[in-house]
């Protein structure tokens, strides 16, 4: 089973950037397409964006496009979030995921992800 911790959340104005870390642990990485998730307070949890496990394709929620960039960094078992523009309607808690079969991409939805973290919080004040 991999282990996954992120980090780099916080509080930030909105109009403001963040740049989140999740690190694998106990299993590689980079043959599993990985996503980043979040739960907004009192809401589902939702995807943001995912990346191949080669990193050649990418995936965004409509919400986000042109303002995040999801990329991997799979020598360094770390995926990250770069998060610009940020709004009000971003604050919430960040999960990231690893697809729950190798060599996989496409599928978004929670079911498809065996292995998460715990979150980091992301709070956006207007």
């Known amino acids: 089973q991999v282990q996954l911790v992120e980090s780099g959340g916080g509080l930030v104005q909105a109009g403001g950037s963040l740049r989140l870390s999740c690190t694998a642990s106990?299993?590689?990485?980079?043959?599993?397409?990985m996503a980043w998730f979040r739960q907004a307070p009192g809401k589902g949890r939702q995807i943001v964006a995912d990346?191949?496990?080669?990193?050649?394709?990418?995936y965004y929620r409509d919400s986000v496009k042109g303002r995040f960039t999801i990329s991997r960094a799979n020598a360094k078992s770390t995926v990250y979030l770069q998060m610009n523009s940020l709004k009000p309607d971003d604050t919430a808690v960040y999960f990231c995921?690893?697809?729950?079969?190798?060599?996989?991409?496409?599928?978004?939805?929670?079911?498809?992800?065996?292995?998460w973290g715990r979150g980091t919080h992301v709070n956006v004040s207007s």
């Open positions: 106990g299993r590689p990485i980079s043959i599993y397409t």
């Open positions: 990346i191949s496990w080669d990193g050649g394709r990418t």
């Open positions: 995921a690893t697809h729950r079969l190798p060599s996989i991409y496409g599928s978004r939805r929670d079911g498809d992800f065996g292995s």
